[in-house]
């Protein structure tokens, strides 16, 4: 006789259901109580201090962070704004020699952090340096009296510094956003006598305008977050005072205040963003895709395309690399006689727990919201992506003030009960590192694991739920396999930012350890700027690779685009 197979009432499989639910909300509420900590510690510090030093830094060096800050932020926004937008619609409207080499070159810059190009012109356009001896020799001069060159430690050398890697952020979702304009809109204005620039300026840059803005808002946030090359240059913005307060003047309260003052300008540009972004939709009216209409330059105009797309290239990224690669090989026995495979080891290693604990997370997180479609889930999640907007001095001072007092509570729970000292398990360990990696970049993992989750129709889901396959099974065996390659995108994105980061780490690391990026920031600074060149090339290359798949999948994600007309401007 066949055994009877229990049958779950209606009131047993709701029961159930409801258990799963709870199982991802009470681990979304978890996660985004994790990332909380560490913004909320800093507003509570603000707030609960007793120091007199806030009426000081008030009155003498904050009107100072505050207008260095805004012209800093402001002026290489408007910069990554002209380079990225002009050389998106060039690239993808315009026929020229080399442009499709262009395409993927162009954000070759975006590999190269901004205090490693910072060290280089320095090394480059210093007196001392090879421009300005080639000048003094060509001319006759014998001092800096006899010529005026611009000073390459300046507000705005870091200005023309951090335009020059950070452009990429704009042309990279200009890019895409002109990929995806309507074709009907630019035929219309042709067959209304208006040239590509009119085009450009008139209806391709409004309907592109929220993309721009959001790539802007991300080169705003990277600049607020830059703490190498401002200290290298002895521009006093925000991060480099909460560095000094907290670690020159021993005043953790004075930092959190400063830090308050710049999470609340963060928080504020990212609520106008996404402000603009809810003000602004476009909705295509055909499902029919055509390729995009070609205009063909002239030979005077091609030439000009080329120049313009070339520049940024040459000085973003072919001359800091040509000469880190020239010191690289140089003081190559020098530079790898030393701790240098002991740096690696330590940046792969904190990058990769980083990549790996923000992927997992960012799967639940993005999974989580799928299945529930709550409302306030997603807003849980995307509360728990802002930490991409947060500056690393800021997440330092949030996560390592709640870790120490964990660690303290604990040393002094088993004195007191066993006789023993745990000393610093947490804060004076890679374990505070990596927990700020990964408040920082959680939004990496959670945008793109999301973008691929909305590729996949959510019948494959219901199919799966009537053949008895519970969320974490469809998990495994329905959606891991597709998503495969969108959650290695994500790993790879967080561990090349991992291993360029540099203020979270200056801050947060253990005692005698370094990584790549701390490493060649005391080289720099102690003028060793050749010494630096292998590992600075060495955080280069790694972010090579995900630069060139990024590139390659924007050149694919118009149906169509192969074969595009070519139309006479």
């Not at 229990?6 to 159930?16: A, D, E, G, I, Y």
């Not at 495969?484 to 790993?491: C, D, F, V, Y």
């Not at 490493?519 to 003028?527: F, P, T």
């Amino acid at each position: 006789m066949t055994p009877a197979v229990p049958v779950m009432n209606q009131s047993t499989r709701w029961r159930l259901a409801r258990l799963r639910i709870d199982v991802w909300w009470l681990g979304a509420i978890v996660i985004a109580a994790l990332v909380a900590i560490p913004l909320l510690t800093v507003i509570l510090l603000a707030l609960a201090s007793n120091d007199d030093i806030w009426p000081h830094l008030a009155s003498t060096v904050l009107p100072h962070y505050i207008k260095t800050t805004l012209v800093l932020s402001g002026s290489v926004g408007f910069g990554t704004f002209v380079i990225g937008t002009g050389t998106a619609w060039l690239v993808t409207l315009c026929r020229f020699p080399g442009r499709r080499v262009f395409e993927c070159a162009l954000l070759l810059p975006m590999a190269v952090p901004a205090y490693i190009i910072a060290y280089v012109y320095t090394d480059v356009l210093e007196y001392a340096g090879p421009v300005q001896g080639l000048l003094r020799e060509a001319f006759g001069w014998t001092s800096s009296r006899d010529y005026w060159f611009p000073e390459i430690r300046s507000l705005g050398g870091a200005v023309s510094m951090m335009t020059l890697v950070l452009y990429p952020y704009v042309y990279l979702l200009a890019r895409a956003a002109f990929l995806e304009q309507s074709v009907c809109v630019l035929e219309v204005s042709r067959t209304l006598g208006r040239g590509p620039w009119r085009s450009f300026f008139t209806v391709a840059l409004p309907l592109a305008r929220p993309a721009i803005v959001i790539g802007t808002s991300l080169v705003i946030m990277e600049t607020l977050n830059d703490f190498g090359t401002v200290d290298f240059f002895a521009v006093n913005t925000f991060t480099v005072g909460i560095y000094d307060v907290w670690l020159n003047m021993n005043s953790l309260s004075g930092a959190a205040q400063l830090a308050s003052v710049l999470l609340l300008f963060v928080l504020g540009l990212v609520a106008l963003e996404r402000a603009n972004r809810r003000s602004q939709r476009f909705h295509h009216t055909t499902s029919k895709y055509r390729p995009l209409p070609g205009y063909r330059l002239g030979a005077w105009h091609a030439m000009g395309a080329a120049s313009a797309c070339l520049v940024p290239i040459l000085l973003g990224f072919a001359v800091p690399c040509g000469v880190l690669l020239k010191h690289a090989i140089v003081h190559f026995d020098e530079a790898s006689a030393g701790e240098y495979l002991a740096h690696t080891f330590n940046s792969l290693t904190l990058s990769f727990l980083a990549a790996a604990v923000t992927v997992v997370l960012g799967l639940f997180l993005a999974y989580g919201s799928r299945i529930s479609g709550d409302r306030l889930l997603g807003g849980l999640v995307r509360f728990a992506a802002v930490g991409y907007a947060i500056p690393g001095a800021v997440l330092a001072v949030g996560v390592l003030h709640p870790l120490g007092r964990f660690d303290n509570f604990l040393d002094s729970l088993m004195r007191g009960t066993f006789g023993i000292s745990t000393g610093l398990l947490l804060s004076g360990t890679i374990i505070a590192i990596t927990v700020g990696y990964v408040v920082r970049f959680l939004a990496l993992s959670v945008g793109t694991v999301e973008a691929s989750l909305a590729k996949i129709t959510p019948s494959m889901d219901d199919a799966a739920r009537t053949l008895g396959i519970g969320p974490g099974a469809t998990l495994r065996r329905v959606h891991l396999p597709i998503m495969r390659a969108s959650i290695l995108t994500a790993g790879v994105l967080v561990f090349v930012d991992g291993m360029k980061e540099l203020p979270m780490t200056l801050i947060m690391r253990p005692f005698n350890f370094e990584t790549l990026a701390t490493n060649v920031y005391q080289l720099a600074s102690r003028e060793l700027l050749e010494q630096s060149g292998l590992g600075s090339l060495t955080i280069v290359a790694a972010g090579i690779l995900p630069v060139l798949v990024i590139s390659l999948v924007i050149g694919r994600s118009r149906p169509g685009q192969e074969g595009a007309l070519e139309v006479d401007p």
